[in-house]
């Protein structure tokens, strides 16, 4: 039985988050690949309710919760302290972890399943595509700020919640096996996507071999920059809290920057099946950079300014691979609503690579008049 259909028990889960109050109701929310996100409402004596995030967290995608949780505490408590010193609202611009009345950091329930729970940012919006060109300009500050503040945390605390995630050498020789396995007999139907694939394999070492030789520097990175893992405060409009913390670990600056563009700087959703509305938008790449750059350009050096658009395109490939991987080992990672989702998924992440390659110089041309 898989992460995704296994039965829960989201009541008994919520329940341990009460502390005196009573547990309402909860219902899924959001749209993550990952993890199993409910909204939970609690009521207080006197009639007030307010919601956490309650989530069952993926124990298939993330193996030691234990580890995980405590990466979680360290740097939000870390972030904290920081936005505390300036004055700003401590729980509107760094997630709170809610600690279940048993303590510890996670519930683990009678069926092994272990949840958590976090002070839900109200007046908020999560988007899952760009609707107004200064929110994602503020999301790229928001982020560059992000990485900025993380390259004060102490990296040794951190353990790695999934080895070698945007290891995109090791991504390809997981699909590489998948494709030979073909477990599902589903590779047939999948040719001109493995072909996409294969013709692009040398493309794969492009960031980690930079990493390796010392040319790019290893920062503690977010790893999973997309639209939607960042709150934007409805009344401002500023990219108020970064969300989504599961995969904080040592990486390159060039991964979060990519993964903003793949998702944010698309002109359609992941998940499109028109492939007419699919590309790369470089108005929305030089609203992304702008907001972003004016943080970073502090702080990067001259070879992770050039790695940028690199990084954009090999984030989107990785992505398409780790796609179609899935469909071929059965659909058990992300979170799929139909048979071939992921097969769609993988589509928009290979239209997105072919016009990044086109456009990789005007990428960079931007990526220069900001740094
Ligand atoms: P996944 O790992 O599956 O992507 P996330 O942690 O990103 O799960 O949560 C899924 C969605 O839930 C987010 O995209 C966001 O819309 C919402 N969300 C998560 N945490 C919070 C929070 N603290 N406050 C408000 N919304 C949140
Ligand atoms: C997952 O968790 P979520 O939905 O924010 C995935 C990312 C992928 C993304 C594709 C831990 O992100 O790596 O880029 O889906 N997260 C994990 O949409 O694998
Ligand atoms: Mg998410």
Redesign the pocket.
């Known amino acids: 039985m898989g992460f995704w259909d296994c039965e829960v028990n989201v009541e008994g889960a919520a329940k341990q988050f009460a502390h005196g109050d009573t547990f309402v109701a909860a219902t899924p929310y959001g ?5 199993d996100t409910y909204e939970a409402y609690y009521q207080r004596a006197d009639g007030s309710k307010y919601r956490y995030i309650l989530q069952r967290i ?1 124990t298939e ?2 193996q030691d919760p234990d580890g995980l949780m405590a990466n979680i505490v360290g740097v939000t408590e870390f972030l904290r302290e920081i936005i505390r010193k300036r004055g700003g609202d401590t729980e509107r611009e760094t997630m709170t972890v809610v600690h279940p009345e048993a303590g510890g950091n996670y519930y683990r329930d009678e069926n092994d399943a272990c949840w958590r729970a976090y002070i839900f940012v109200e007046e908020t919006i999560s988007y899952q595509q760009i609707q107004k060109d200064s929110d994602f300009y503020n999301c790229g500050v928001s982020f560059g700020n992000f990485q900025r503040l993380l390259a004060e945390y102490p990296s040794e605390t951190l353990t790695e ?2 080895k070698n ?1 945007h290891n995109t050498e090791d991504r390809f020789r997981l699909f590489k096996e998948a494709v030979a396995a073909d477990k599902f007999g589903r590779a047939a139907s999948v040719k001109d996507e493995i072909d996409f694939a294969m013709a692009r394999e040398k493309d794969a070492s492009l960031i980690v071999s930079q990493l390796r030789d010392g040319t790019l520097p290893l920062r503690v990175t977010h ?2 920059t ?1 639209l ?2 960042i709150l934007i405060d409805a009344a401002s409009g500023s990219g108020i809290c970064v969300i ?1 913390l ?2 904080i670990m040592p990486g390159a600056a060039c991964y979060d920057f990519g ?1 903003s563009i ?2 944010g700087a698309s002109t359609a959703a ?1 998940d499109e099946k028109d492939l007419s509305k699919v590309s790369m938008s470089l108005h929305l790449f030089e609203v992304f950079t702008e907001g972003y750059m004016s943080v970073a350009k502090e702080f990067l050096t001259e070879a992770e300014i050039a790695s940028l658009s690199i990084g954009a395109r090999l ?1 989107t490939f ?2 398409g691979i ?2 179609l991987t899935d469909y071929l080992n059965g659909d058990t ?3 799929t609503h139909y048979e071939g989702h992921n097969v769609d ?1 993988c589509h928009t992440q290979f239209k997105l690579v072919e016009d990044m390659e086109k456009k990789q110089a005007e990428m960079d041309a931007i990526v220069r008049k900001y740094a």
Do not use: L, Q, S
């Open positions: 749209e993550g690949h990952i993890n993926n995608a993330f919640p999934i995630f790893n999973d997309k939607n893992n989504d599961d995969t993964d793949r998702f992941e984030m990785e992505c780790r796609f990672y992300f979170k998924r």
